[in-house]
Nanobody
């Protein structure tokens, strides 16, 4: 199973930006798709974005489309989530997932 570790969360103002990183280990990084999910207080975990093993295909939740960009660097075994035009409703714990493995999450807080 793949192990993943997220980083890059923090506090941002509405309209600001943050970049999350997810480092993976345990299996050939370029052989699996990766994704980001988030869970806000009192809500269920929801899909945010995903990227195919080659990076050639990306998928986004409607709520983040046009504001967030997922990318990967297979040479660094890392996937990124660039978050722009942040909104208070983006506040959540963000989780990275790959090949059945989940990270511990990183907190993102957006103030109005």
């Amino acid at each position: 199973q793949v192990q993943v570790v997220e980083s890059g969360g923090g506090l941002a103002q509405a309209g600001g930006s943050l970049r999350l990183s997810c480092a993976a280990s345990g299996r050939t990084f370029s052989s699996y798709d990766m994704g980001w999910y988030r869970q806000a207080p009192g809500k269920e975990r929801e899909f945010v974005a995903a990227i195919s093993w080659s990076g050639g295909s990306t998928y986004y939740a409607d709520s983040v489309k046009g504001r967030f960009t997922i990318s990967r660097d297979n040479a660094k075994n890392t996937v990124y989530l660039q978050m722009n035009s942040l909104k208070p409703e983006d506040t959540a714990i963000y989780y990275c997932t790959a090949d059945g493995g989940w990270g511990q999450g990183t907190q993102v807080t957006v103030s109005s």
